[in-house]
């Protein structure tokens, strides 16, 4: 079973373009899948896997209080598992064809009003490269949407200042063009020319646009110290993640009137449903705003 997962895993990176965060997701997934064939429905060949094995699988996952969420993931690796299975024909069924996905218990991306983000913004102490560089990626960050993978990813020539966009490789290295506004133009001029030269390294080339300490590329790990700290020193109480500012950036372009097919371009989903959810949002707050301040509410 083991060799089924390695060539899985090969087809998903080299066939489908994967991302790195995608593929250890989908591995970790398919090794809790095959440990309980292996250990609790004493099975030895992928063949003999029957529908009702799954359902057993499902119902073993929620008895470990996984949520629908995680159950809808963890169907969706096994049926695209079997698929290639079937496709290699390593084996002759698919025992997944017909096993429902059930709905996600999605709850409301969570976001920060306009003054926390302008807060969040002005916390970096501009004074030193780091603080350049700090605030070149958070202005940028909230100016693009883009993920925090995505970020760190861009090099140099990736950045058009002139023409004012940036070119970003995202989900199944699907490329796309953003444009990123004036004050985020401004914050990447001022990091490059006094920030980004602090942190070269003489020692090696990096083409990054985003640097830390030793030269290196930033990491996703650097850029969530970096964000909670500034997080604090602007005094923002809630629980703030890197994927905070993208649903911020989604959530006060909505409201302020922008086409939701922009907004899914901008954001890199394949699906408008996905974008849509942040249109919930936007009414949950009309009707706060209704609740708290119409006479007869």
Do not use: C
Not at 36 to 45: D, G, K, R
Not at 140 to 148: C, K, M
Not at 206 to 217: I, K, M, S
């Amino acid at each position: 079973m083991e060799n089924h997962l390695r060539d899985f895993k090969e087809y998903m990176q080299v066939e489908k373009g994967l991302a790195k965060n995608t593929l250890l997701s989908y591995e970790r997934d398919l090794r809790n899948y095959i440990h309980y064939l292996q250990n609790v429905e004493t099975l030895h060949s992928l063949n003999d896997v029957q529908r009702v094995h799954i359902i057993h699988f499902l119902n073993f996952l929620k008895e470990q209080g996984k949520s629908m969420k995680t159950l809808a993931r963890h169907i969706a690796s096994v049926r695209a598992f079997h698929q290639f299975l079937l496709r290699a024909k390593a084996t002759e069924q698919d025992p997944s064809i017909h096993i429902e996905t059930p709905k996600s218990d999605r709850s409301l991306p969570k976001v920060i009003s306009l003054k926390e983000v302008e807060k969040l913004l002005d916390s970096p102490n501009e004074q030193t490269h780091f603080g350049l560089r700090d605030k070149a990626m958070l202005e940028l960050l909230y100016a693009t949407g883009i993920r925090v993978s995505e970020l760190i990813q861009i090099d140099l020539d990736h950045v058009h200042l002139i023409m004012g966009f940036v070119r970003v490789i995202g989900k199944s290295n699907k490329e796309r063009v953003i444009p990123i506004g004036r004050t985020a133009e401004e914050a990447i001029k001022r990091y490059l020319q006094d920030g980004r030269p602090n942190f070269i390294d003489s020692r090696h080339k990096e083409d990054a646009l985003f640097l830390n300490h030793q030269g290196r590329r930033l990491t996703r790990q650097g850029f969530w110290k970096i964000l909670k700290k500034m997080a604090s020193e602007a005094g923002i109480q809630q629980d703030l993640t890197p994927h905070t500012l993208r649903h911020s950036f989604a959530t006060h372009l909505l409201e302020n009137g922008a086409d939701l097919r922009a907004v899914q371009e901008m954001l890199g989903h394949a699906d408008i449903s996905t974008t849509q959810i942040y249109t919930n949002v936007t009414k949950t707050k009309l009707k706060d705003v209704y609740s708290k301040f119409h006479p007869r509410a």
